[in-house]
Each structure stands twice: as structure tokens, then as C-alpha cells.
């Protein structure tokens, strides 16, 4: 108990699934229980990839069973050998995606003001053995787009971007999506929009999208004939039917999290030894997530202890990233953190603060009195 409230029943988690009512919900999957059409692209899965193509302002996109398929079925699909560059501040699925495709990572630093990949960085970095560029979109901050593509184009490299936190987003009008060679997105229970699970990749080429219906069905090129190795990674309907429910509201939930997010800024912004993330020009927002870098020395106080302070007042954060995928026990030191002092420096400070629709502006208010209560 903390005074009179219990405990478990004042805390705020760092994120909450958005869900349709449940009413809308049961209306969208009844008529599977005429059909018994439960996976395998069934109308479901169509109508959702159509109307994920209305939305995202896309001619063409591929749905998939989750995010990290999205991105493995890609990279094998492109059929790439050699190195791949990328950024170590990022979730473990884009550097898995690479390893498990026999492709080497090499690790870009990022730019310490939007976390993304320094595009000032990356072709220092291109050797004989590069065959494609995967930046990542965090936290809704868009990567240096212009730049990465120039770059990519002179050395004839595809580019895949990781649009996980960017869904919805549009770049100076454009969806995000319609850039680079491919973009992978995440549906997980835990983003703006989310199928439960799911996943999809926009594509600029049509052979790709053909190529990864495939690959996503097992490498099944016609009912008899298995042309390629590929996978499980088809999206089933009771998943299509939580995205087309929460496609309908997703406008709602973003402006949810604006004035949760202009709540957050009005309270914190100006704190020394504090940073906000930054507003980028041209960048329409989905407000996917709240990050705050707490500079020790300025502020009084340490990433670690406020993380702990919210903790002990219910209150839950999360150090997103950390730590770097290149640090990461399973790749056996293989690769140099030094290499990227900005990534290392911002992963030992950020902590993304509770960010969901339904979260109240009073509960805001509580998390920034905690954290505001740290400063030394």
C-alpha cells in the first residue's frame, strides 16, 4: 500500500495495447465462422493490405506474420552477399535479420540529435563487400534520407529501411514508406497500430512483393512446386482483423499521444541536464515514443537513478536502446562499441517514459514530478 491506494493498482505501465471495443471486434471475425478461412491470405489479410495502402499512401506492400520477418524475408529475398551497414542502436531483430541471413553487419554511429543512422558516417564505411544499407527509424525520427539514398545510389547499394517506430508517418507529403528499395513494419501489440502481431514491407519493385508471397509460404511457387527455402511467416486472419479494427481508430490514437506528448514537453523541456527528442522539419509525427537523455553531470542525477525512483513509485520506463546490439554476448565480441561513441554515449542515458493513448495527462503529471524530484 502507498497511502491509500494499493499499490498494483496505481501503476502506470510503460506501454498499453490500443484495441478496438471488443463488440467491433467480434462483429469484424464473425463471419469467419462461416467461412472457417483462418490463415493462408484469406479476405482478411486482402482487405487489410489494401487498406494499409490507402492509408500509408503506398502502391505496394506485403503483409507478414511480424516485423523481424518483414526484415529477414526481405534481405534473403534481395538475395544479397557480403556486408550490410546498419546502426547498433536499434532493437535486436535488425541485426538478427542480417546475421541469420549470413550477411556481416557493419556498424554506423548515429547522429546524437535524432539517433539515427550519421549519414555523415556511412560511406567511409562502404568497402567492396557492401552490398546494402539497412538504416532504422527510431522512435519516429526519420533517418537522413536524401543523403543515405545519394549515397547509396553512387555505389549501387539497396537500402531497406527499418520503419518499425515510423508507421504512418509521412516525409514533406510522402509516406514514409515509398523510400529506399524496401521498408519493414512493425504490428506488434506494442506500436501506434498493431495487428496483435504482424508485419508488412513496402517495396518499390513488384518482382520483390511476388517473390516474398512466396517466401513467406514456405517457398511454395505454385501448389506443387517448392522453388525456394523459405518460411512460415504468413498473418493470419484474427490478427488482419485486429488491424482492420484498429486501422479505423489509429487517427484518434496519434492525436491521444500529441497531447500526452505536448503534456510531457510543457512539463519538461528547458530542465537542465535534460534532452527531448527533436522535432524534424517536413516529418508528420506518429508520437510512437517519448525518449528523454539524461545527462548526469547537468541534471544531478543518473539514467539508472531515475529509472529506479520511477520504479518505486509504480511508475514503469524502459532503457530503449540498450544496450547496443554490437555489444550484444551472443556475437562473442565480434565488433568494436568504440566505434560508435555516439550510440554507446546515448544508450547509457535514454529512457523512454510511459507513451500510450489511454494514458491520462494526470498520470504525465505524476511520472514528471518523479522525475522533475530527481534533479540533484
Not at 54 to 67: S, W
Not at 166 to 192: N, P, R
Not at 240 to 266: F, P, T, W
Request: aromatic content about 10%.
Amino acid at each position: 500500500m502507498k497511502g491509500d491506494v494499493p499499490y498494483m493498482d496505481s501503476k502506470i505501465l510503460v506501454t498499453r495495447s490500443s484495441m478496438p471495443g471488443m463488440e467491433e471486434y467480434i462483429d469484424e471475425i464473425r463471419e469467419m465462422w462461416d467461412s472457417h478461412w483462418l490463415t493462408n491470405m484469406g479476405p482478411k489479410h486482402q482487405k487489410l493490405e489494401e487498406e494499409l495502402k490507402k492509408y500509408l499512401g503506398l502502391d505496394h506492400i506485403e503483409l507478414l506474420v511480424n516485423g523481424h520477418m518483414a526484415l529477414e524475408l526481405t534481405l534473403q529475398a534481395m538475395n544479397l552477399q557480403g556486408e550490410v551497414i546498419t546502426t547498433p542502436f536499434t532493437f535486436a531483430s535488425t541485426t538478427h535479420a542480417i546475421v541469420r541471413n549470413g550477411l556481416k553487419p557493419v556498424f554506423c554511429d548515429i547522429d546524437p540529435v535524432t539517433y539515427t543512422m550519421d549519414a555523415g558516417k556511412l560511406e567511409k564505411l562502404i568497402t567492396d563487400y557492401t552490398c546494402a544499407v539497412l538504416p532504422v527509424h527510431v522512435y519516429g525520427n526519420i533517418c537522413n534520407i536524401e543523403e543515405i539514398e545519394r549515397i547509396a545510389h553512387k555505389y549501387e547499394l539497396k537500402v531497406i529501411y527499418d520503419a518499425a517506430h515510423a508507421f504512418g508517418e509521412t516525409y514533406h507529403g510522402k509516406g514514409i514508406g515509398s523510400f529506399g528499395d524496401a521498408s519493414c513494419f512493425s504490428f506488434h501489440a506494442t506500436k501506434v497500430f498493431n495487428s496483435i502481431e504482424g508485419g508488412a514491407v513496402s517495396y518499390r519493385e513488384k518482382w520483390l512483393g511476388d517473390y516474398l508471397y512466396e517466401l513467406k509460404n514456405f517457398g511454395f511457387h505454385g501448389p506443387e512446386e517448392v522453388s525456394e527455402v523459405g518460411a512460415n511467416a504468413k498473418l493470419n486472419e484474427f490478427s488482419a482483423s485486429m488491424g482492420l479494427c484498429n486501422l479505423r481508430h489509429v487517427d484518434e490514437e496519434i492525436q491521444k499521444r500529441k497531447k500526452i506528448v505536448e503534456r510531457y514537453r510543457e512539463r519538461l523541456e528547458g530542465i537542465d541536464g535534460i534532452r527531448l527528442n527533436v522535432v524534424q522539419d517536413g516529418v508528420k509525427s506518429n508520437y510512437s515514443y517519448f525518449p528523454v537523455v539524461f545527462e548526469e553531470k547537468q541534471f544531478g542525477a543518473s539514467r539508472a537513478e531515475v529509472f529506479d525512483r520511477l520504479a518505486e513509485h509504480g511508475i514503469g520506463a524502459r532503457k530503449y536502446f540498450y544496450p547496443l546490439t554490437n555489444t550484444f554476448s551472443c556475437f562473442h565480441r565480434r565488433f568494436d562499441v568504440s566505434k560508435t561513441p555516439a550510440a554507446l554515449h546515448i544508450s547509457k542515458r535514454v529512457l523512454t517514459l510511459p507513451l500510450y493513448a489511454g494514458l491520462g495527462l494526470s498520470d504525465v503529471d505524476r511520472i514528471c514530478d518523479v522525475v522533475v524530484s530527481c534533479k540533484g
